[in-house]
């Protein structure tokens, strides 16, 4: 059954997903003379960048979302529909989702990456993850709730599991989780919970590499190593998780740690959707795309993003899986698609490395940028400036400046809240 | 089990309910030398007045509640334990919740109040209720994907019925959540869904009585019904509902309205646990307390707030279920609690009747005070006003002061956001 869309004589393009990349290049083809059916599985676009802050109760949930529906609400010729993408028919030109068929013209794939267990399903069944809104306040609950498990016992063993937390994958997003709930640990839990004694949570970092942040340099991962070592975490470098069964994670180098807290943010995979070439699938399911971002072995099939892999001698696994990278990637494919309608040459794509920064607590983030590389109190600065930038949409920029100067000096969590409905406590 | 809680030889006053009532008796007991437990079933204090603002995409659900341990974190007397109460027992002087039982030798039940269907399981099966931050997200959730869905059909009837808010109650949380869905009926959701005619949605309101906020006076009952027939919201005064199925709600006037929508605020019953003598039960499953709020036929053991009803002939069906009467209440029980322990005379208990107000939408809201009833612009301002003021916490009134100033400047509301786990998708 095809879905209920304005008919239109225009060429359509359809784009899948409503992240960095997709989210910019509907924006971008402003102007185009083309019908734009954008869809996504929510009615907004995420920050996934500040996800790790409303799992440990910095941000408020709504602040780090925006509604898509608001961003377009002023184009007449983007067309939002949510929905789940089931399929891609490129021979018959049409995609299939949860809402019905949808024809197109051109079809851009920038859905993104989802959580990789490397096949343990223990772990896939036991740990956290981070992903999306509903998975990040579920984090703040269950977070919060162990503490108050913890109230319920003074068996010593059982305070070992709920208050240790184990954050697998040393890079950006384990980085600053761990460095949250060590400023958790220090600043804001023990007034909470006075009848604990904090000293006996522990926070474990495991990277499966030689040193965190492996993307950034040399100087950033010994600075984060130093900052968040200051906080007593515990930094367990060329380690793999190998199982975990909910209260004992198993480490490559025969250490047990008893944890009921187990956070993953140590890889990612592809968010295929099923219907495209198999020779188009790279490692790690990234599509193959050329130096134009189209699929390769399709036509007017585009991917952008974590998505998208473009393969050259500089660049052999691809880009790195960065909000820049989809942004400009998106730029890029907003001219080209013009360009391809007026049959004039493409222009390949060339990245604009403007450098990284990683926040990894209190006064303390490390920015890499070309010309310089550097990190504390200064680069701090710089986060929150950048962040609050880029942030979509002036409410959610003064609520998220609201929180952080509230958190900045009242060294305090404002949000330290479990919202779930109790129970079976009827909803509809 | 015992609950593990740290044992005192002071006397221990057992609070159950974190609401007004529950709030203001922990917090005035301060200096008092006794061991105050406090249980609540969240672990944050629910701001209910403002839950419609919620649903309706207004306010930030966060800004709404209060971390309760945030609140006591600097009384060392003050524990709180997140639990559910499940059975009082009177003459062992222990309650048996969901983590244990827990002794006391004072006990203050200040539960309020849960949703009452009267009986009618179809409703209760198919209405949306609001007594929650929950319930009041799901109920968001609910409005902005019946907007969705609608977009997907063109059968008229199908329009109709997703498009149909029927609210049942009009008392002040009924009269300010049809409001609300006037506002954006009006000014916010025909520029997100252009593809619909907003012309279509209808709004009813089904009030039993003979007029909207019964409990008001009959100026302020005139203004809202007028303000809201100004935005086209149907009114069906003397009229129950009878049925509704999830699609057809039938009224006791014989008019059946296809609707999809149903929101239930037309009843609440006392969240009585279990234990205490019947005798102590009024209709309404309300609790009777002398003056100083003893819960009568038992000793030690009080009840404040919607929970508890002082009858006297000035009021014979005890007073009103306002947030003022269950924080005037918890002020005189703690002077009283004093008292007991000093063995001095209670006092009894007088309600300082300070008025009542209920905001009917952008610009307007009605205002009861003794010595002036007025409505429009003015009270609409007291309102906001009060409403900032009385907010728990300094984050809280910043946060709802951007939202309010952002919504109605720009004739927007920002949070139009549907939160919630997509199908499978795991959280833990």
Do not use: C
Not at 29 to 55: C, E, M, R, S, W
Not at 142 to 148: N, P
């Amino acid at each position: 059954m095809p879905v209920n869309i304005p008919t239109t004589s225009r060429p359509r393009v359809v784009i899948i997903g409503g992240g960095f990349g997709g989210l910019e290049l509907a924006k971008r083809l402003k102007g185009l003379d083309v019908q734009i059916i954008l869809i996504d599985k929510n009615n907004y676009h995420t920050f996934q960048p500040l996800l790790y802050q409303v799992a440990t109760a910095a941000l408020e949930p709504d602040s780090i979302i925006y509604s898509l529906r608001k961003i377009f609400k002023r184009r007449e010729n983007v067309i939002f529909r949510m929905a789940e993408v089931l399929r891609i028919k490129p021979e018959l030109k049409r995609i299939e989702t949860s809402i019905g068929e949808i024809f197109y013209d051109y079809l851009v794939i920038a859905v993104g990456t989802k959580t990789n267990f490397f096949g343990m399903r223990d772990v896939e069944r036991n740990a956290m993850r981070m992903k999306s809104v509903p998975q990040a306040m579920e984090l703040r609950n269950l977070i919060l709730e162990s503490f108050e498990k913890a109230l319920l016992t003074n068996d010593v063993q059982e305070h070992e599991r709920l208050m240790t937390f184990t954050v697998v994958g040393g890079g950006p997003t384990g980085v600053e989780t761990a460095g949250a709930l060590g400023e958790l640990k220090k600043i804001v839990l023990p007034k909470d919970y006075p009848e604990l004694d904090f000293r006996r949570m522990q926070i474990h970092v495991v990277e499966m590499n030689g040193r965190l942040l492996g993307t950034m340099s040399e100087s950033a991962s010994q600075s984060a190593k130093r900052f968040l070592e200051n906080f007593e975490i515990n930094i367990w470098l060329k380690t793999k998780v190998v199982s975990y069964d909910g209260n004992v994670v198993s480490l490559s180098n025969g250490k047990k740690l008893f944890t009921s807290n187990v956070i993953w943010t140590a890889g990612v995979t592809g968010a295929v959707i099923p219907g495209l070439k198999p020779e188009a699938l790279l490692p790690g399911n990234r599509l193959k795309v050329d130096a134009y971002n189209r699929v390769e072995f399709h036509s007017n099939i585009f991917a952008i993003g974590d998505i998208a892999a473009i393969i050259t001698e500089k660049t052999p696994k691809g880009h790195p899986m960065l909000a820049p990278v989809a942004i400009q990637q998106a730029r890029l494919l907003s001219q080209n698609l013009r360009r391809l309608m007026s049959n004039q040459p493409l222009k390949p794509f060339r990245y604009r490395d403007l450098g990284m920064m990683a926040t990894v607590g209190r006064n303390h983030a490390v920015v890499d940028f070309h010309w310089i590389k550097f990190h504390g109190i200064l680069g701090w600065f710089i986060w929150v400036f950048v962040h609050l930038m880029v942030l979509v949409g002036f409410r959610n920029r003064v609520v998220a400046l609201v929180n952080w100067a509230w958190n900045y000096f009242s060294y305090d969590r404002g949000l330290r809240l479990i919202i779930r409905p109790f129970k079976d406590e009827k909803f509809s």
